[in-house]
């Protein structure tokens, strides 16, 4: 009885040795951040509008009927497409066009590709000004209202987030998809960019690098997408994870004829 026992407890180790395969590395983020001089990160990061971005501006002035003229409702069958003071509907998105420009009311085309959402209130402002009382100071206020990015890979919640923001760092975005995985590779993630120009690029970024921070993609742009490969870990279980049923079937079977045979020859 005793051989048995022996003789089963080295297949199952033979069994787990087969669908192990070796030990996760590199699991900690900004492993080397004491070392790391961090004076090149000081600074406050302002996305920029790019092309098919969709804005949503709304003016205010101390007599709300200068302001009317540039602030457009969505059309409905209430408001028909009426030029409205805001506060009063849902505001008309602008989209930027291809070459970087939006159509905006009574000024006509602007280039506003390229600009932070400071600089686009305040080219707004300028332009709309010599069209009210010389009394009035505008308030221009510009949203990103499709600012997102997508999470792709070995992460918790794979998918694309909205950034209400329109400010978001790589470990907030996989934050918002439920942090890597045990199986993801941390010091390979991509970054799939495309500028302005349609430029496409892929960036690998190492998360254990603490210099990561100093990088000038540590903060995400809008349609940035981030993709987490499989570690050799995860790559061996999905090939033992189709075989499983095999494996343990082939194993019953060996067993079953090791006793079997021992107990004839005994």
């Known amino acids: 009885m005793k051989k048995i026992q022996f003789l089963n407890f080295l297949i199952l180790s033979a069994v787990l040795l087969l669908c192990s395969c070796g030990t996760v590395k590199n699991v900690a ?12 990160s000081r600074f ?3 996305a920029r509008i790019m092309p098919k971005d969709q804005l ?25 497409g009426r030029a409205v003071s805001s506060g009063s509907g849902t505001l008309m998105p602008y989209l930027v066009d291809n070459d970087g420009y939006i159509n905006y009311p009574i000024i006509g085309k602007l280039h506003v590709s390229g600009l932070t959402k400071s ?12 069209y009210m009382a010389e009394t009035e100071n505008p308030i221009v206020t510009v949203r990103m209202s499709s600012y997102s990015v997508s999470v792709l890979g070995e992460v918790n919640a794979p998918g694309s987030y909205q950034v209400s923001r329109e400010k ?16 993801g590779v941390r010091d390979k993630v991509k970054l799939i ?3 302005a120009t349609g430029k496409k ?29 499989p570690n050799n870990v995860k790559a061996q279980n999905s090939k033992i994870g ?12 060996l067993i079953s004829l090791t006793t079997l045979l021992i107990n004839i020859f005994r």
């Open 29 to 40: 983020y900004l492993q080397n951040s004491d070392s790391i001089n961090f004076d090149k």
């Open 44 to 46: 406050l990061y302002d």
């Open 56 to 80: 949503t501006i709304s003016v205010n002035t101390t007599t709300s009927d200068a302001s009317i003229p540039f602030n457009l409702l969505l059309q409905s069958e209430y408001t028909q």
């Open 119 to 130: 600089e686009c209130e305040q080219l707004i402002a300028e332009k709309i000004r010599p």
């Open 168 to 183: 978001i760092s790589i470990f907030e975005a996989l934050a918002q998809a439920g942090d890597l995985t045990i199986y």
């Open 193 to 195: 960019r495309e500028d």
């Open 201 to 229: 690029q892929i960036v690998t970024l190492n998360l254990n690098d603490a210099n990561i921070i100093n990088s000038p993609y540590y903060y995400l742009q809008q349609n940035d997408i981030v993709y987490v490969e």
């Open 242 to 253: 189709q075989t499983t049923t095999l494996w343990f079937s082939a194993t019953s079977i």
